[in-house]
């Protein structure tokens, strides 16, 4: 097997999308929610369930993937 398909196979593992972690911060209503990204930023997205103001979210794709653990928080510069 040559070291190109591992490497292929390796990466066909890793998600397509970007799971991102967020606050929602307004309720739009009809599944529709604004959302506070922790790196900063704001998107618009939507979700099949229902969510308060200031429930921590998992996004992807511009949809909510279910509730965030509300965990600290910690940043490494390298």
């Given at each position: 097997?040559?070291?190109?398909?591992?490497?292929?196979?390796?990466?066909?593992?890793?998600?397509?999308?970007?799971?991102?972690i967020?606050?929602?911060?307004?309720?739009?209503?009809?599944?529709?929610?604004?959302?506070?990204l922790?790196?900063?930023?704001?998107?618009?997205?939507?979700?099949?369930?229902?969510?308060?103001?200031?429930?921590?979210?998992?996004?992807?794709?511009?949809?909510?993937?279910?509730?965030?653990?509300?965990?600290?928080?910690?940043?490494?510069?390298?």
């Amino acid at each position: 097997m040559a070291l190109g398909n591992i490497f292929k196979r390796f990466i066909d593992l890793l998600p397509k999308q970007p799971r991102m972690i967020g606050t929602v911060i307004v309720v739009h209503g009809g599944g529709e929610y604004t959302v506070q990204l922790n790196g900063g930023g704001t998107l618009r997205v939507t979700a099949r369930e229902s969510y308060n103001i200031n429930n921590r979210v998992y996004v992807v794709d511009q949809r909510i993937d279910g509730l965030a653990k509300n965990l600290p928080t910690v940043t490494i510069d390298v």
